[in-house]
Structures are given as C-alpha cells and as structure tokens.
C-alpha cells in the first residue's frame, strides 16, 4: 500500500495564473503548512486562489538550518507543500536539499506535474526535443568556460536559463563555443501577454537582440552538434 504523502512539492505558474492544476489547489489547501521560497510572492498567489494557509519561508539562505525542525514535524506526522516564487521547485529553485533529506529519512515525497520554464521553451524551439540537457544557469565567472567547454561537443538539444541583461553577452560566447551557425531559440516571457520565441543560428539571434533593450524571463535552447 501506498503509505501517505507528507511533502509534496508544487509547481505553481510561471507567468499566467490559469496554469495551476486542479491537484495543486487542493493540495495546497489540505497541508498543514507551505514551504514558500518568498513568502510575499506566494502569499500573493495563495490570495488569488482564494486559499489561506501558514507559509513558512524557505529558501536558499536558510534551508540548510530548518531541514531538522521541518523533518521534526513531517516525523510527528505533519504534511506539507513546498512552492518557489514560479515553475517547479529544485528546478533551478530551492528544494533539492529537502527532497534528499527526506527521501533519506523516510518520509514520503511526492512531485506534482505541472509548470516548468524549460518544457514549453524546447517544445516551442521546434529543435530536437527526444534527447536534451538541461543547463540551467550557467556560472557566471569561474566555472563557466569549463561548462561551455565540456558542451562544446554535446550532441542534444541544451537548454539554458539566462537573465535577459546578460542575453546577448551569453549568445556570443556560445558563438564561441557552438559556432555561429547552430540553431537556437529565444524564449522569452514564456505564458505571459508579450511571449516571444525567436528561432534562427546563433549569428540571427544576436543582431536580433544586439540593439534592443531586452526584458523580460529568458530561456535559450541550442541545438546539439550535428
Ligand atoms: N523553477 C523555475 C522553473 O521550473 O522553470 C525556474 C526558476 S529560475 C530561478 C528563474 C528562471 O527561469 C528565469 O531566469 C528564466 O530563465 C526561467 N523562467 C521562468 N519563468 C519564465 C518565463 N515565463 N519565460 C521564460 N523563462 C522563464
């Protein structure tokens, strides 16, 4: 039998609030209490579903001192939900910390489907989507050429999350790497009235965005060498 769920981590929109599942509202409402990275930002979430529970801040500057009370609780039989300020969580968001450290204390975790940036980037891409990395961020300074070196010869599809002042510093250096004529796409605002997926070689995509002010949430995804 499956024994009960006692951390369940719950994607939540990454731009347009109508991306929430059915099971992540009901979840959210059952548990005992909410993981939230930012608890404003959720907060602010919960009261547009009409849901008002305890959030408990959890995030990348404490989660290594609360595991031990948050396992305590979880032990005495408590359930609770962890939400990131958007998408799934542990997904370039807090969280990874807390599934190993449960999964090795025996209790229950379970992930619900649902919204994630780098899903609807690579299907959008209309790149090779059957075999693909996922980079995330890339370092900024040290690590980052060592990164981009080990990918230079990457066969799949590599997806990455960029901020949109450093995009075209990031277009380039792939130049670099990849060459300037692999294909790439631009996903920008992802769900959100102004989303853009701009497809094209690297080359393209940087005159493209060379003498804009660029806004917005970005992914990139790079097809693999051929
Ligand atoms: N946990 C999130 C997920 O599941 O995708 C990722 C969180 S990470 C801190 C934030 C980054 O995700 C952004 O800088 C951007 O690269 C990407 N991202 C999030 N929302 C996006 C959107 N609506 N459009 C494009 N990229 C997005």
Redesign the pocket.
Known sequence: MKSATQLYIV?TP??NLEDITLRALRTLKEVDFILAEDTRTSGNLLKHYGIEKKLVPHHLFNEHKTIESILERLRDGATCALV??????A???PGYLLVRSCIQAGVRVECLPG????VP?LVNSGIASDHFVFEG?LPHKKGRHTRLTALANEEKTMIF???PHRLVKALTQFTEYFGEDRLACV??????IY?ENVRGTLKELIACYANKKVK????IVVAGKD
């Open positions: 994607p990454i731009g990131s300020d958007a998408g799934t969580p997904i370039s968001d919204p994630t940036a780098f980037a961020f999350y960029e901020s996903s920008r605002e992802l769900t959100k989303e917005g949430e970005i992914v």
